[in-house]
């Protein structure tokens, strides 16, 4: 059984193609190999054309149909992940009516804080989980304020991967937990919330179908059947946006199992099985993959900015050959830098800072003590700190933390960082070989009903752990709890 999963970022868009019988990826693409384009006509805008992502798509197709060397007409499934919070409006012909206003934009935050105020706290955390901030339903508002004929014009609105499919298919649908990510959907009501859409003065009638991500989302049309090579028999049967995705692609699913990552940003992704909600907005909450009316999965995420890039910048600024001469060189040096610390806030507003954007900083530098290997060390304790640091609302919340999955990548590839954050976190560090690409090709064999989740995910191999070091806990306890005291006196009172 082959199929295709794919990953809609806002970098590029990568593909893969993976059989069940085998257990394994026989091809992958990505397009393109560069940053992707960004439109950003003022400070805090942030837009691209959905036809970027479509044409990425089908170079990408294109890469990893050749490196399987199967014939695309053998794909039977197609999953897809994508950029979370995207807002994408067609006219009544299925066109694009603008650029996409994508996840990083801004421009809106000043609307979801009006509509907090109006719906009120009870309403919002209870029935929404979270403040209409800066998501979806709050873009959606400004395109309504500020561009009334292109509102005018909105025949349906849905989310980047819901486009994709849309493209592939001819069919137009979307997903309990794409319209949870988006802050239109009342948990308690268990459907679209009246009250946020009579308040933004939103008809229902802009909404696609709303299924479960796990469900039949279309058949390949004839045309683009013909333009790819696939078979007319291949249907979309998963969607998902990329966080829950990253989670499913790790096979965390059930209450105190956590997925994470650590590229440029740094994501913790748990999963519980309350209606939970985070008053202070540290971390937010969606309805999971697994989401179910008599049965909910929340995800509940916590962002952190400053991680890869950080551990990018010291590498920049001290031209070290490569992370892993990083890696080696922060070895040599204690636990604690020698006194030195790092404080990876310098990437914008931190949310689990409540949006305060106070800067990174090095503290306890002495010039003739520390040296690139000390300030190697110290970043990657500084960095691992403030996965813990945010860590902590779940803890304070009693979300149980029994396992972190993770990719072999990125910050995970650091002995270092994993041991600190698993050493106080207290929990084990499981790193897998997968990705978003193969996870959707995963997901769409079971929304297919083609396989069980126990049996797509036979083949995933956990590669190698990180554990608690007991021998070095209470070091390391000491060296957060000074570090956790200097970032609160930076904070505002």
């Keep these: 059984m082959l199929s295709l999963g794919i990953d809609v970022g806002s970098s590029s868009v990568k593909v893969s193609i993976y059989d069940q019988n085998a257990g394994k990826a026989l091809g992958t693409g990505q397009f393109p190999a560069t940053e992707m384009t960004m439109i950003a006509h003022q400070t805090g805008w942030a837009e691209q054309e959905p036809e970027w992502w479509w044409t990425a798509f089908k170079a990408a197709f294109q890469q990893a149909v050749q490196q399987a060397g199967i014939d695309a007409k053998d794909l039977q499934t197609i999953g897809i992940a994508y950029q979370m919070h995207g807002l994408v409006c067609l006219d009544k012909n299925g066109v694009p009516l603008r650029p996409s206003i994508i996840w990083c934009d801004s421009r809106a935050l000043s609307i979801g804080e009006a509509a907090l105020r109006h719906l009120g706290d009870e309403y919002v955390f209870h029935n929404l989980l979270n403040s209409p901030g800066n998501f979806t339903a709050s873009k959606l508002k400004w395109v309504k304020d500020n561009e009334p004929a292109i509102f005018q014009a909105i025949d349906k609105i849905c989310l980047p991967g819901d486009y994709i499919a849309y493209k592939l298919t001819g069919e137009l649908t979307t997903t309990i937990t794409g319209i949870s990510e988006g802050i239109f959907y009342d948990f308690k009501e268990k459907t679209l919330s009246e009250p946020l859409l009579a308040y933004y003065r939103f008809p229902e009638k802009i909404f696609p179908p709303i299924r479960a991500a796990f469900d039949h989302h279309g058949y390949v049309s004839d045309n683009i059947a013909f333009e790819l090579g696939l078979s007319t028999n291949a249907k979309v049967t998963y969607k998902a946006g990329d966080q829950p995705n990253n989670a499913l692609a790790l096979n965390v699913l059930q209450p105190g199992e956590i997925a994470a990552t650590a590229g440029t940003s740094g994501v913790v992704y748990g999963v519980t099985d309350e209606l939970f909600t985070d008053s202070s907005q540290r971390v937010n909450s969606f309805a999971h993959v697994n989401y179910e009316t008599t049965q909910p999965r929340i995800g509940i995420l916590l962002c952190i900015n400053g991680t890869g890039i950080a551990n990018a910048w010291a590498r920049k600024w001290t031209k070290a050959e490569s992370y892993a001469a990083m890696n080696e060189q922060a070895l040599t040096v204690e636990c604690g830098s020698e006194g030195l610390q790092f404080f990876p806030f310098g990437n914008g507003a931190e949310r689990m800072l409540q949006n305060d954007d106070i800067g990174s900083a090095l503290s306890g530098l002495n010039f003739n003590i520390h040296t690139q290997a000390h300030l190697y060390r110290a970043v990657q304790e500084g960095i691992a700190y403030s996965f813990i640091f945010g860590m902590k609302t779940f803890k304070e919340n009693k979300i149980a933390l029994k396992v972190i999955r993770a990719g072999d990548t990125n910050m995970f590839q650091s002995a270092l960082f994993g041991e600190i954050v698993a050493t106080l976190s207290g929990v084990e560090i499981e790193l897998y070989n997968t990705d978003g690409a193969l996870?959707?090709?995963?997901?769409?064999?079971?929304?297919?009903?083609?396989?069980?989740?126990?049996?797509?995910?036979?083949?995933?191999?956990?590669?190698?752990?990180?554990?608690?070091?007991?021998?070095?806990?209470?070091?390391?306890?000491?060296?957060?709890?000074?570090?956790?005291?200097?970032?609160?006196?930076?904070?505002?009172?």
């Design 439 to 493: 996870g959707a090709a995963r997901g769409a064999l079971v929304g297919a009903g083609l396989a069980s989740f126990e049996e797509v995910f036979q083949s995933l191999q956990k590669i190698h752990s990180y554990l608690p070091n007991v021998e070095q806990e209470a070091t390391y306890q000491a060296l957060y709890k000074r570090w956790e005291d200097y970032l609160l006196r930076q904070l505002p009172s």
